[in-house]
T-cell receptor, first 116, second 113 residues
Framework: GAVVSQHPSWVICKSGTSVKIECRSLDFQATTMFWYRQFPKQSLMLMATSNEGSKATYEQGVEKDKFLINHASLTLSTLTVTSAHPEDSSFYIC????????????FGQGTRLTVV | DAKTTQPTSMDCAEGRAANLPCNHSTISGNEYVYWYRQIHSQGPQYIIHGLKNNETNEMASLIITEDRKSSTLILPHATLRDTAVYYCIVRASSGGSNYKLTFGKGTLLTVNP
């Protein structure tokens, strides 16, 4: 079945550096993907909607200049956390809707980011 | 999207049926009930969805009350691998370009041996 793959699964970076997370739809095309963030013991919070060939749409309170999203192809969206700080440490998850049925979303396995 | 209310946690014995309730009293006519689950440190996984009729698939059954104000997800024979947070989400089914989900706190189901 359809699979959404994220890379890397986990990453540790130093404060002030940038980290890029990739989200790929493996056997289907996704004109839209979604990025979520999940802090420990909390639920998923939508950060932004990634649109192929156009600008991402950010949820209220999410800094677009800090969380750069690029959706350059129908199978790849990237999230870059710029100038990362310890408070950005979180579990980042992407999803893409099932374009054939429009009934469910497929989620990546998530990326655990730790900023030290 | 309508708000949902779920118990914070539930326990179930392995091999028994797990019945997870969800209240969605403000659901509107065009909104579906979706269930996803999230196993620890993984991305969420779609389980099932329905509008007003009961639904069944290889993973679970979904029972929706006649007034649609509540529903129950049933895992007929729970296994240890079913231990996860289960999210009940109400949303209007629409095109994929608007497929964003609002997650509540969900129910932590613990299946015990």
């Amino acid at each position: 079945g359809a699979v959404v793959s994220q890379h890397p699964s986990w990453v540790i970076c130093k404060s002030g550096t940038s980290v890029k997370i990739e989200c790929r739809s493996l056997d289907f095309q996704a004109t839209t993907m979604f990025w979520y963030r999940q802090f420990p013991k909390q639920s998923l919070m939508l950060m932004a909607t990634s649109n192929e060939g156009s600008k991402a749409t950010y949820e209220q309170g999410v800094e677009k200049d800090k969380f750069l999203i690029n959706h350059a192809s129908l199978t790849l969206s990237t999230l870059t956390v710029t100038s990362a700080h310890p408070e950005d440490s979180s579990f980042y998850i992407c999803s893409a809707p099932n374009g054939q049925t429009n009934t469910e979303a497929f989620f990546g396995q998530g990326t655990r980011l730790t900023v030290v | 999207d309508a708000k949902t209310t779920q118990p914070t946690s539930m326990d179930c014995a392995e091999g028994r049926a797990a019945n997870l309730p969800c209240n969605h009293s403000t659901i509107s006519g065009n909104e579906y009930v979706y269930w996803y689950r999230q196993i620890h440190s993984q991305g969420p996984q779609y389980i099932i969805h329905g509008l007003k009729n009961n639904e069944t698939n290889e993973m679970a059954s979904l029972i929706i009350t006649e007034d649609r104000k509540s529903s129950t997800l049933i895992l007929p024979h729970a296994t240890l691998r079913d231990t996860a947070v289960y999210y009940c989400i109400v949303r209007a089914s629409s095109g994929g370009s608007n497929y964003k989900l609002t997650f509540g706190k969900g129910t932590l189901l613990t299946v015990n041996p």
